[in-house]
């Protein structure tokens, strides 16, 4: 009796061994082995799918913006798309007498932006800019502010 090597063992009553492997390669177990060894070894033994990366933007709804300087606030909702959850948040280009607050939402960085234009502000038209940055990334993005005299 020629006996088998490891991982066989044999009984000495049983003329088979204890343990039995089915050894053959059919199409399907190959193709099963050969997916589950590119699931634990793509990329270094790391998951297989990495999403693409976030890239920092900023947008507004409308790229003009009319305000009246009577003082009356005027909201302007911003959009951010970033790779974290908050960003910060720079105006520049406000003529005088114009003041502006950008509140973010509590689950990302987009938020509302709220203009003020005071009677001192001159009638007129601006071009400020938006910058935001996040992750090390910035992103910027201009509008048309558009101020009108109050009426008296």
Known sequence: MVKPSPPFR?????????????????????????????????????????????????????????ISNNGTPVLVPVTINAPTETASFLITGLPAGVSATYKESESNPSGLLTLIATSATKAGTSMPQITVGSSGQTASTTFTLVVSAANP
């Open 10 to 66: 044999w009984s000495a009553t049983r003329s088979r061994p204890l343990v039995h492997f089915n050894l053959r390669r059919t199409p399907l177990r190959v193709l099963g082995v050969a997916f589950l060894l590119h699931l634990f070894t793509a990329c270094g033994g790391h998951a297989a799918f990495v999403p693409p990366p976030v890239v920092l933007n900023v947008s507004l709804s409308n790229s003009t913006v009319n």
